[in-house]
């Protein structure tokens, strides 16, 4: 598949309803961002808006990345005048509720999705029958096919056979390529076969002998198998033999996470010896911040009520004396999250040791009870523990949950848990990530690795396919 050419996995339709405003055209604007920088890059100036009754219609394809922070922003205008407002959206909020509504003081916005990539895997064994020869007298094409998907704007290639020396009568190794992929899970839309003669040069210089566009409707009505190759410059370019086509249900991740709401819980640490990395300033976000805005903030998008639960150990807050405390539960998005943990800070005394072992269990009780969804708990800790000995026991336990914890801690701490964590039997339910201290890109790397974390997890507990 060529690197510039991204299978766009998720449609997205817009339809827009006007308040008292009856405009004679509509024009859309669409933009997007893939990190927390307030800079949107444009993906398309204008999307043509369709008048249906009373409301108007459009449709967008986009590629979905678990591993980034997508958000979207709808810009309106119509009759060729100004913007009259605009509206933000996050893809993986609407992958999880599959319709939500946005309004402003002009109109409102019904945003719905629907996976494009759908897990439906397609079998299929080419054979090539008396194929264009463009090797002249003394040599034979070494043919190999290409395989294209139209989404709407263009041609993009998704699979790619191997060639075959010498040979115009070919049969090529079977594979599998996802419906979605060839053809938005349409079975009467084509795709697209391309038929050439492979060249050794660097750069190679192949030569074109046919192509066709076909159907999986096509295919399945046909009872030769047989297809003709089609090429402008000559009459008879040879023929395309489907040997052995079969449909195959398949999980993927994508779909899976469609389905699979994700809890998230945050523990921070508040001792004295963290007091310093606790500060506000205006200048710039602490280490806590950061991690809220980079990390918790995208993983919320996949709970439904894009929220996520916050507690503190390791100090009390508004004199309470226990292992653990609630700073936000089920705030009202990152915001909301982000405020509790600020008006917290003039309430809790810090401490002076971390027990760790009662916040993971904490964790699996949240788990049991948000089954079959999938739980994550952070511990963002900067202190040795003082629970070694609970904690060890704590990994010797097999849980058989969705679920995974992760600690995060600074370079300069890791040694202590990094030792614990390894040398036990903890299922990899634990894992071990850390960061360096007033280092800027440290927690953009982090972000990466947890989420490479979290996928594998989930693809392992529910058994989806690599």
Known sequence: MKQDCIFKNISVQITLNFKELKPKEVKLSLAYKESNEQIFKILKNVLKMNKENENWKTTFNTHFDFHKFQTYRIDISFDDKA???SLDFQLGELLQKENLVKENTYYSIQLQSQLILQGNLVFQHWS????LNTDGLFSKSDPFLQFYQWDGEQWNQIHQTEYIENNLNPTWIPFQLDMGLMNFQDQSKNFKIEC???????????????????SIFDI?????????LQNPNHTSCGQLKLLSFQINPNR????????????TNIFFEFTKNSMKFHQISHQQLNIFQQFMIMIGQQLFQYNQSNSGKLFGFGGNYQQTNKDYFEISK??????GICSDYTKCLKDITFGNKVQVTPALFEIVKQSELFKPNFTIGFLLILEEIGDEDKFKLFLNHQLILPIIMIFITLKENVNQISSIINSQNNMNKVRLCSIKENDNKSIQILREEIFTIIEQEIREFYNINL
């Open 196 to 214: 050439w003669d492979h060249s050794k040069k660097n750069p190679p210089k192949h030569k074109y002998i046919g192509s066709l566009e076909i």
């Open 330 to 335: 089920n705030s009202n998005g990152i915001q």
């Open 83 to 85: 913007s009259i407002g």
């Open 128 to 131: 090539g029958i008396k194929l």
């Open 252 to 263: 993927n991740f994508l779909n899976q996470l469609k389905k699979t709401q994700i809890q």
């Open 220 to 228: 399945l009505s046909s009872q030769s198998k047989i297809f003709e």
